[in-house]
């Protein structure tokens, strides 16, 4: 996708350093940053840097390649891929990812150990790109069949940052909209604001802006009456984890808009890679959802009138605050799974029938 009319990816690798997007400085600034060690990789990750199920899984990749670049050392890089599986808890792309890297390593010896790992990084990116690409070529097709019914503009709700910036191209659930805007359908994307870190308005909105797609930042709790003024023709979200019964673990108020979805009769769509499905935890209780720091929550960023990034305190310094980052979606709320190998229901059956 691009930035200025340049086209990018959100992670690659040259001259053995990782080179990323830093998204904590977006919309406001345009930064790239380079990544040397793993304990880069993890601080990357932690401070969100780098986010979205699919872009940290590949960042965790490169990082154990930054630790074999450091220490070739089995136990090293053992103690690495450990700490880089505890920087971000619920997203299960980032445990994947890593398992994928550490089974190619696996026997290989010290002189191509390196080589290995990182042709399983990039593979991973590639075929993140490609899985990214065909979500969206089959969710284009739920978008056609509502433009046959509905000529003129479509309108989509999306939730957090689901789009290329999370994954290394095209994005889960911007991808639908993106083809559908380069085959000419006229869309327009309800943005929700996405409460505490602002992903929704500092990220999706931006890149929809850059690709020249009609957009509109909404508090997050707007999304309820745009729904029963009939104003939202369907809903998209992706997805940090999906467990093998459909149901959807996904940024803090998705499980708010799959209810008004369910209420008023709107199609609520998830769009996800099959690296995103957890086939082992059944039960949602399980899930790690990740409580973040309560600055996330009575601070916010923006620019002042020097054009300078600068945090300030909304509330009370007494005030509590719980910050969970995560809530679950339960299957009979979700209208369908946008995967890379077609849509199916939001149940076990229905992934199986895809993934057997």
């Not at 790239?32 to 990749?61: F, Q, W």
């Amino acid at each position: 996708m691009k930035i200025n009319d340049k086209p990018y990816k959100t992670i690659w690798f040259e001259n053995n350093i990782v080179k990323i997007i830093d998204q904590t400085k977006l919309p406001h600034q345009f930064t790239i940053k380079s990544l040397k060690t793993v304990e880069d990789a993890i601080n990357a990750i932690k401070k969100m840097e780098v986010r979205g199920a699919p872009l940290i899984g590949a960042t965790a990749a490169f990082g154990l390649v930054l630790a074999i670049i450091e220490n070739k050392d089995q136990n090293f890089i053992k103690k690495s891929s450990e700490n880089l599986v505890k920087s971000r808890p619920t997203a299960i792309n980032l445990k994947w990812a890593l398992d994928r890297v550490n089974k190619r390593i696996s026997g290989t010896n010290s002189k191509n150990i390196f080589q290995v790992a990182l042709e399983e990084a990039r593979a991973i990116c590639e075929e993140d790109i490609k899985f990214c690409k065909n979500i969206g070529l089959n969710g284009l097709k739920i978008i056609e069949e509502i433009t046959n019914k509905k000529k003129d503009k479509i309108n989509i709700l999306t939730h957090c940052n689901a789009g290329w910036l999370a994954t290394i191209d095209w994005g889960t659930a911007t991808s639908p909209i993106y083809q559908a805007h380069r085959k000419g359908i006229k869309v327009h994307v309800w943005v929700d604001e996405t409460r505490p870190r602002n992903q929704g308005a500092n990220l999706t909105s931006y890149e929809l802006n850059e690709e020249g797609i009609s957009n509109t930042v909404i508090a997050d709790n707007a999304g309820g009456i745009l729904m029963q003024r009939g104003q939202v023709d369907m809903c998209i979200v992706g997805t940090d984890r999906t467990l093998s019964n459909g149901d959807v673990c996904n940024k803090i108020g998705t499980y708010l808009k799959a209810l008004s979805a369910k209420d008023n009769n709107v199609p609520f769509y998830v769009a996800l890679p099959s690296s995103t499905i957890d086939w082992n935890i059944k039960n949602h209780k399980e899930i790690p959802i990740e409580e973040r720091n309560s600055d996330e929550l009575s601070h916010v960023e923006g620019v002042d009138k020097d054009n300078k990034i600068t945090k300030v305190r909304i509330y009370p310094q007494k005030s509590k605050s719980l910050n969970l980052a995560f809530d679950v979606t339960p299957a009979k709320l979700v209208t369908g799974l946008i995967t890379e190998k077609g849509i199916c229901e939001a149940s076990e059956k229905g992934l199986k029938g895809l993934f057997k």
